[in-house]
């Protein structure tokens, strides 16, 4: 299947805009929360995935996780516990970019984490997860994935590219030779965690344009159908001429040049 163009894609994707939209209007109507996990290897395009989902929503409502590696204080913790923290309260919407699956994916992998931690990992989730559904959170999870040929493309675009050659780090480079190892790791998490209560939903971003498109379809068809319709707003026209702004104590610098040289800083 061809990849998607980028013209075809923002054309699909402005009704799924309105969708979501209207989606975070119901959750704050309703005080529902939402929780959605975007797991998967480097480069299968959670970012992208992630900024598809939030971006026509208010930031104020819909919060992005992306925790670092843990700190002194937390590594003595809960294995769980710094994430509680950020989960969503009535009416929010969170996305976490990676979360505590890194415990079965990079930690494991890598050895960060011991044998018996993962394995305490796997029969704990459940369990965990559990709690949060019955608690009324609304819990997906998904991983993305991508063929190796794929994740090779976008290790060497992120390596030519000097705005994306941040996101290449030296984990990123040993993950190249564990590709099997993640396929393992993610089989044996995949069995111990894919419950009724909290299923995994997996999706082909080999093409992250159609992979966006799917993986937001799918969340909006498993939310409840719920509609809420905005609230009327009155917007009567001003009773005078419209103002211009004034300055006295300060100017504002003059506007970007389109042509030569920007100018300089005072």
Known sequence: ??????????????????????????????????????????????????????????????????LGKPDEREKGQWYFQRYVEHLPTAGEVVLFDRSWYNRAGVEQVMGFATPAQVDAFLK???????????EGILLFKYWLCCDQEQQEK???????DPLKRWKLSPIDLKARESYVAYTRAREAMLKATHTKHAPWTLVDFNDQRRGR??????????????????????????DHDPEKE?????KPIPAFATHGKAHAKP
């Open 154 to 160: 976008r290790f060497a675009e992120r390596l030519a």
């Open 213 to 238: 498109l799917t993986l937001i379809r799918d969340l909006l068809d498993r939310l409840p159908d719920t509609t809420v319709d905005p609230e009327p707003v009155e917007f009567p026209p001003l």
């Open 246 to 250: 004034h300055f006295g104590a300060l």
């Open 1 to 66: 299947m061809a990849k998607l163009k980028r013209k075809k894609f923002e054309k699909l994707y402005v009704p799924l805009e309105e969708e979501l939209v209207a989606m975070a209007r119901w959750a704050a109507a309703t005080g529902a929360r939402v929780l959605v996990l975007f797991e998967g290897r480097d480069t299968a395009g959670k970012g992208g995935a992630i900024q598809a989902v939030s971006h026509p929503l208010n930031p104020r409502q819909c919060r992005v996780v992306a």
């Open 124 to 134: 704990q989730t459940p369990a965990f997860e559990k709690m949060l559904v019955d």
